[in-house]
């Protein structure tokens, strides 16, 4: 299949997103205002759904230990990963078309400069990510009616509560620095958290928030060189499988049966997600650190003939389970149309990350 990459954003619109600030993302504690239902069943007849049984069964025997499963004692030089990643990538890393930036001056040391916060803005976000998936899975836990639905969810619980604590370890014994959440990823979190409606959690977290996850973990693991970093990102992407599947196994039985209306407000929801998970990637975080302006860095991701590629390969995941939630064809097609004009729709058919189910990490 031949696969296009359309630009995303253009001059002026960049230049805006890249100018946002981080909402007070360096505070240690965030807190936002929900209302939901904590709902019990006292049915606890199991079997009524029995791919949530399958997905919890293969949770209960696939669990490892961030402390002793992993090779931490692994020597990682990030200096070095990041001069090679630049060797890979130097076609990207051009002057052309950058006179008059900053760009146009820099040298070996600026961009080794450049990749090592770039791997620790987006180490960073993942650990915020996991973060956010543990309050939300917590929440649905809490709220969902369905005894199978909220024993899986336990142990997404403990998967996520890993996941926060290796990504963590990772940054703090073999980075160089930590980010704050970016703004587009914390405003998307505060609200899946806030919605009341078990199902727009879901949607938020399980399908959207945890595919585009599965599509980031499985692009970092096939270019990074740093063994430790692949093992770990293996043993993490075997664990978002299976909670992707989680969130689409449950929607089908209900999306099957909402109205026109309320389709078309999930629809939406899916779409805006998607929008500000891909601008996350911006790394405007990155630039300010560097002392590089809005205008200047939206100089440089026109130029980058990488960054196309990269921001529509992340709806790898998503687009596939949108289709087999029904919601890409609902009503008028409306989210068909928005895919399509984003170049996402090449994915539709893709293997949805499912694949992961029931293997080991090992």
Not at 270 to 288: G, S, T
Not at 313 to 335: E, H, M, Q, R, T
Request: proline fraction near 4%; hydrophobic fraction near 45%.
């Amino acid at each position: 299949m031949s696969l296009t990459f359309p630009e995303l954003n253009h001059g002026s619109d960049l230049t805006r997103l890249l100018s946002q600030s981080n909402r007070g993302g360096d505070a240690l504690v965030h807190a936002v205002h929900s209302i939901a239902d904590a709902t019990f069943t006292w049915d606890y007849a199991k079997g009524a759904r029995p791919g949530l049984g399958k997905l919890y069964e293969k949770a209960k025997v696939t669990q490892w230990n961030a402390t002793t499963d992993l090779p931490w004692d692994t020597d990682v030089d990030q200096e070095k990963l990041a001069a090679a990643s630049l060797q890979q990538f130097s076609g990207a890393m051009t002057a052309d078309g950058l006179d008059g930036t900053p760009f146009a001056r820099w040298g070996d040391k600026e961009w080794i400069r450049f990749a090592i916060e770039s791997e620790n803005w987006t180490l960073s976000q993942f650990l915020h990510g996991e973060q956010g998936a543990l309050v939300c899975t917590a929440k649905l836990a809490e709220t969902v009616p369905w005894i199978d639905a909220k024993l899986f969810a336990s142990t997404q619980v403990m998967d996520e509560a890993r996941h926060v604590e290796v990504f963590g370890r990772y940054l703090d014994a073999k980075l160089s620095g930590h980010y704050p959440v970016n703004p587009h990823l914390g405003a998307l979190l505060d609200d899946i958290i806030a919605d009341r409606r078990w199902d727009m959690t879901y949607l938020g977290m399980q399908v959207m928030v945890e595919g585009l996850a599965l599509a980031a973990f499985g692009l970092m693991r096939a270019t990074t060189t740093e063994p430790l970093l692949e093992q770990l990102l293996r043993y993490v992407m075997a664990d978002e499988a299976r909670h992707v599947a989680f969130g689409v196994l449950s929607l089908k039985e209900l999306y099957a049966g909402l109205s026109g209306p309320e389709v078309r407000e999930r629809q939406e929801f899916a779409y805006e997600a998607a929008i500000r998970m891909r601008d996350r990637f911006l790394q405007q975080e990155v630039w300010d650190r560097l002392g590089i302006s809005a205008a200047d860095a939206a100089t440089f991701l026109e130029q980058d003939p990488l960054r196309p590629m990269f921001t529509v390969s992340l709806f790898s995941k998503i687009v596939p389970n949108l289709k087999k939630l029904g919601l890409l064809d609902a009503g008028d097609g409306w989210l068909r149309q928005r895919f399509g004009e984003i170049g996402a729709l090449q994915f539709e058919d893709w293997d949805d990350g499912s694949g992961e189910l029931g293997t080991s990490p090992e």
